[in-house]
């Protein structure tokens, strides 16, 4: 069972014990079958703790139990909690999906993009569409991830650190 401390009944906020019980013995099917190595799984409403339930191993190797402080590699599912966490700003009216990006991030004002070129001769040109926040959303802000190797500019961006 769980050591994170559930800090009230679930039916105090609206959810039924019962079902949320559904939750490990849907997810435990996977972790029995291999194709989950583990889990932790928390429920919250209103801010409150209503459940929590973690099986299975953080190393199944070694035989190593999930536990309260396991660490979990997220890889691109930080990708949605951003969104959904800037999205909140939007609703709050902090921004607008074309307000420019440099109005946030100063760094972003006057860019020059790669054009052509190679590594040691790379030849750059003003922006001419200026960044905007739906370019983030959208995944067309022209912005690499630096580990693709498919260009000069994967290459400059890990040569910065």
């Not at 972790?31 to 973690?54: E, Q």
């Not at 999930?66 to 909140?88: E, G, H, N, Q, W």
């Not at 709050?92 to 790669?114: C, R, T, Y």
Request: with cysteine; aromatic share 12%; hydrophobic share 35%.
């Amino acid at each position: 069972m769980s050591n994170v401390e559930v800090s009230i009944d679930p039916s105090e906020v609206g959810l039924d014990p019962t079902r949320l019980s559904r939750i490990r013995t849907h997810f435990a099917k996977y972790v029995d079958s291999g194709k989950l190595p583990g889990y932790h799984i928390t429920v919250s409403r209103a801010g409150k703790l209503a459940y929590s339930d973690m099986y299975g191993h953080a190393d199944v190797e070694n035989k190593k139990p999930i536990a309260s402080d396991t660490i979990y590699r997220a890889y691109s599912m930080t990708k949605p909690i951003c969104a959904v966490a800037a999205l909140i700003l939007w609703e709050e009216g902090l921004f607008e999906m074309h307000d420019q990006v440099k109005w946030f991030i100063p760094s972003f004002a006057n860019q020059k993009v790669f054009r052509s070129g190679t590594l040691t001769a790379p030849r750059y040109e003003p922006v001419t569409d200026p960044m905007e926040m739906w370019h983030l959303f959208s995944h067309t802000s022209g912005m690499t991830y630096g580990f693709i190797y498919s260009n000069p500019v994967d290459q400059m961006y890990r040569n910065a650190g």
